[in-house]
């Protein structure tokens, strides 16, 4: 099963709002990724994060590999209704080559 | 390129039966997965392959499970004697890997939706 715990499990927020959501873990990752999944549709990746410390921007998205490298955050700034949807957050490890742990995800709501 | 191709979209199929899916990975990519999401869950890892190779399988995947990538392009996913249990959306995904580079996460196709009644 997963072993990443991610909160909040939903947030209802208003247009112009900041989002934040975090991610943790019991072991070790040496990347952290963010995606994004619509009703329907398979997760697109937003964010990827290779080094612990590292703070990466995409547009209004901010998320941080955390010096422990046991948890990372993600960040929406002013939120507009297209950010809808499902975030999770994702580890993985140099000695797993292709295999990925999520989070069970993070639904935003944004309401005008 | 079109991306991660999932066939078919929606399957609906009586307890007991089998069912196959197709996946279609980006052209250049070298490596293959599939993933298995449950309602309110995040994806769970099933299996991969590097070109036709299987590399590693889930514990989630039970003997009813088979993954093929002949030839390195295509995959499929058959279940035999679906259980109400299946019901799922499987994802399949793509990504090109050299020797221990640097990961840059997957593509996903769109999944294949399974119902089992």
């Known amino acids: 099963g997963q072993q990443l715990n991610q909160s909040p499990q939903s947030m209802f927020i208003q247009e112009g709002e900041d989002v934040s959501m975090n991610c943790t873990s019991s072991?070790?990752?040496?990347?952290w990724l963010w995606y994004k999944q619509e009703p329907g549709e398979g997760p697109v990746l937003l964010i990827a994060?290779?080094?612990?410390?590292e703070l990466t921007s995409n547009g209004r998205l901010t998320a941080q590999f955390g010096i422990t490298r046991k948890d990372s955050f993600l960040n929406i700034s002013a939120s507009i209704p297209s950010d809808v949807g499902i975030y999770f957050c994702a580890g993985h490890n140099t000695d797993s080559w292709g295999k990925l742990q999520f989070g069970a995800g993070t639904q935003v709501v944004v309401t005008p | 390129d079109t991306g991660v191709s999932q066939d078919p979209r929606h399957k609906i199929t009586k307890r007991g039966q089998n069912v196959t899916f197709r996946c279609d990975p980006i052209?250049?990519?070298?490596?293959l997965y599939w993933y298995r999401q449950t309602l309110g869950q995040g994806p769970e890892f099933l299996t991969y392959f590097q070109n036709e190779a299987q590399l590693e399988k889930s514990r989630l995947l039970s003997d009813r499970f088979s993954a093929e990538r002949p030839k390195g392009s295509f995959s499929t996913l058959e279940i035999q004697r679906t259980e109400q249990g299946d019901s799922a959306m499987y994802l399949c995904?793509?990504?090109?890997?050299?020797?221990?580079?640097?990961?840059?996460?997957?593509?996903f196709g769109s999944g294949t939706r399974l119902t089992v009644v």
């Open positions: 994060l290779y080094k612990a410390g």
């Open positions: 072991s070790i990752f040496n990347t």
């Open positions: 995904a793509s990504s090109h890997v050299l020797g221990q580079g640097v990961f840059y996460g997957y593509t």
């Open positions: 052209s250049e990519h070298n490596r």
